[in-house]
């Protein structure tokens, strides 16, 4: 390791949010960072290729992650007519009050205005009103979209629901219960402590071009 080198990343993603993050989350998060922060930039076109090899995932996994991330406003992703991504770091959800001195925002050409206007302006608040939701009785679909989007199966993800869902006896019922009867109060980390397995792994993963993303490598 050579101590001069380093990428700055923001206290607030440590300090705040990895702890809500799912582990592929934070992994795909810390590579954005690296392949933008990491060259003074707040933006910059990534591929696949670039994610999967510093975060060490699936293909099928960066994609679900990055969109997640998208979701909770951490990036903006713009697609243009190249063959990479284009993904900003919204700095406004990591609780940065301004944009560290050795960052130089350098949008593509042409896209500045775009890239500005698509930022995501959550705060602290609105994020931790998302994460509070995220810890009440999901749907099936969200079960489903968390678990292929960490590489693990659909069949893995119906067994989750139908599991807990059966524990459910009110309709003011506002958590699932677990075996012993106690609240299910973040249902995503129950399921990577209990039910992310070896066994559940999706083998057959796709990558970019069947979620409408183009995948190639950038030298």
């Known amino acids: 390791m050579e101590v001069p080198n380093h990428t700055q990343i923001p206290n607030s ?25 990491g060259w003074h930039k707040q933006s910059d076109y990534i591929s696949i290729s670039q994610i999967v090899d510093l975060a060490g995932v699936s293909n099928k996994t960066v994609i679900g992650a990055v969109r997640d991330l998208e979701r909770l406003g951490f990036i ?20 940065v009050l301004s944009t560290p001195t050795s960052v130089i925002t350098t949008p593509p050409s042409g896209a500045t205005t775009q890239v500005a ?12 009103e998302t994460i509070y939701k995220e810890r009440m009785i999901p ?21 989750m629901y139908d599991f807990y869902q059966a524990s459910i006896s009110s309709n003011r019922q506002k958590y699932w219960k677990d075996s012993r009867g106690n609240p299910v109060k973040n249902w995503k980390q129950k399921a990577q402590s209990v039910w992310f397995k070896p066994e559940h792994k999706d083998q057959g993963a796709d990558g970019w071009s069947t979620q409408g993303f183009k995948s190639v490598d950038v030298l």
């Open 13 to 37: 993603i440590i300090d705040e949010h990895m702890k809500s993050l799912s582990p592929a989350q934070f992994k795909v998060l810390i590579a954005i960072c690296r392949k933008t922060i």
């Open 76 to 95: 903006v992703t713009q697609k243009s007519n190249r063959t990479t991504t284009h993904i900003t770091l919204n700095y406004n959800v990591t609780s």
């Open 117 to 128: 206007s698509g930022i995501t302006t959550h705060t602290k608040e609105t994020l931790k």
């Open 139 to 159: 749907t099936l679909d969200e079960v489903v979209s968390y678990f292929t989007s960490n590489g693990y199966t659909v069949e893995a993800a119906n067994k």
